[in-house]
């Protein structure tokens, strides 16, 4: 069974930082592009940012240059890094395993790690 745990949410002040971690079981994340989502109240769930197992990483355009995602083979885990934050960042923060050129994501959703940015 491969499961994905998310963890490292919190509540912060804008402007702080906040690390969350994926720790991966059943499956070994380097063998696949990892993303991480977000679902904020009232809205859909979009992509955050990727990481292919060359290491290219891509993120969107409300988080570059803020947020950066990277993996720790030893450990099964990637990381997603989130410098100066801003109330906009509150959301629900999933990982997930996703098909190399898809948008499409392998299993199902975890419970997610909530991240809380006040003003």
């Known amino acids: 069974q491969v499961q994905l745990v998310e963890s490292g949410g919190g509540l912060v002040q804008a402007g702080g930082s906040l690390r969350l971690s994926c720790v991966a079981s059943g499956t070994i994340l380097s063998s696949n592009t990892m993303g991480w989502y977000r679902q904020a109240p009232g809205k859909q769930r979009t992509l955050v940012a990727t990481?292919?197992?060359?290491?290219?990483?891509n993120y969107a355009d409300s988080v570059k240059g803020r947020f950066s995602i990277s993996r720790d083979n030893a450990k099964n885990t990637v990381y997603l890094q989130m410098n100066s934050l801003k109330p906009e960042d509150t959301a629900v923060y999933y990982c997930?395993?996703?098909?190399?050129?898809?948008?499409?994501?392998?299993?199902?959703w975890g419970q997610g790690t909530q991240v809380t940015v006040s003003s």
């Open positions: 990481l292919t197992r060359d290491g290219t990483t």
């Open positions: 997930a395993r996703r098909l190399d050129g898809t948008s499409l994501i392998l299993g199902s």
